[in-house]
């Protein structure tokens, strides 16, 4: 009996805590909310720095109120003083004072295992970032995490080339890596072709996903779950080779069992893998 116990709570044990830096999506689908959903459902403690409140639904936003810089850093330092983190993801960053002050709030916390997702427009197409700050993102922000992770049209503005193919995908990953990034997940999704691919770069190694396109309205929240998804398995110590991996499964497990709720792009299912040591093979 008292093995069975043992047994019992060794499985419901957390496997890491994980902080998140993002804005809050009023629909629940993406942001902040898709995150936390998705580092609960993959086993793991999350904690949040909210960046700013977004208004929407299924078929838009309505609107962006950003939290004061000050309280972004505030959030971030006061909480990891206290729960260390395992690892670190970064969503939307509205703005160059907002980027720097989570650049001055990772360093003063010591942070590690960072996963920058670089937001920039929402599903509808509503701008998540300034001209401005996408510049500073790319000078300083991209050197000081451990992967960046952008769709292609991110990769676009980040690199300033046109990506129509795979090996464009690769061209672009490069550009980031000379840019200083240390790991590259570019994702494929928006490539009109049949399967779907996904490749992941660093200086000595690359590795390609691919899996098959499921055709779909609701996909609201993709980005926001896969960067999360991998920096929970990153912070149970994957590597981030083998986290990018399980990540896309988890995603498009999500996305297979998708709910169809609301009227516009929909959200996925977040809460796929109920089943989580599966999750970890
Ligand atoms: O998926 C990008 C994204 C990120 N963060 C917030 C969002 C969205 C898209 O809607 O609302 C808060």
Same mark, same amino acid.
């Given at each position: 009996?008292?093995?069975?116990l043992k047994?019992l709570f060794s499985?419901l ?17 993406? =942001? ?6 998705? *580092? %609960?459902? #993959? ?16 078929? =838009? ?22 729960? +260390? @983190? ?11 004072? *907002? ?18 997702? @670089?937001?920039?427009?929402? &599903? ?11 510049? *500073? !993102? ?5 050197? &000081? ?13 980040? %690199? ?15 550009? !980031? !890596?000379? #840019? ?15 399967? !779907? &691919? ?7 190694? %690359? ?17 926001? %779950? $896969? ?12 590597? $981030?080779? +083998? ?18 709720? =609301?009227?516009?792009? =929909? ?15």
């Amino acid at each position: 009996m008292l093995i069975l116990l043992k047994n019992l709570f060794s499985k419901l044990k957390i496997k890491s805590k994980i902080l998140i830096i993002a804005g809050s999506d009023s629909s629940g689908g993406a =942001g902040i909310q898709a995150d936390i959903k998705s *580092v %609960t459902s #993959l086993g793991s403690y999350a904690m949040t720095a909210i960046t700013a409140v977004t208004v929407q639904n299924t078929t =838009g936003v309505k609107s962006i109120i950003p939290m004061p810089s000050i309280e972004i850093s505030n959030q971030i330092e006061f909480t990891s003083k206290d729960i +260390k @983190p395992d690892s670190v993801k970064i969503g939307m960053l509205h703005s160059t004072q *907002v980027i720097n002050s989570v650049l001055k709030s990772i360093k003063k916390s010591k942070l590690k295992k960072i996963v920058l997702d @670089p937001v920039m427009v929402a &599903k509808g197409g509503a701008k998540l970032i300034d001209n401005k700050a996408i510049s *500073v !993102l790319k000078k300083k922000l991209i050197k &000081k995490v451990d992967l960046i992770t952008p769709n292609i049209p991110e990769a676009e503005i980040l %690199t300033k080339i046109k990506i129509k193919s795979m090996l464009d995908m690769k061209n672009a990953a490069q550009i !980031l !890596l000379n #840019l200083g990034a240390k790991n590259v997940l570019i994702k494929g999704g928006h490539l009109s072709s049949k399967t !779907l &691919k996904d490749i992941f770069v660093n200086k000595k190694e %690359t590795a390609i996903f691919t899996n098959k396109k499921i055709k779909t309205k609701n996909t609201h929240g993709t980005g926001c %779950t $896969l960067s999360t998804a991998i920096a929970t398995y990153y912070g149970c110590g994957k590597s $981030l080779k +083998k986290s990018c991996e399980l990540g896309i499964r988890y995603v498009n497990n999500a996305i297979r069992t998708r709910p169809n709720f =609301g009227k516009g792009s =929909g959200p996925i299912n977040h809460l796929n893998s109920f089943i989580i040591e599966k999750k970890f093979r």
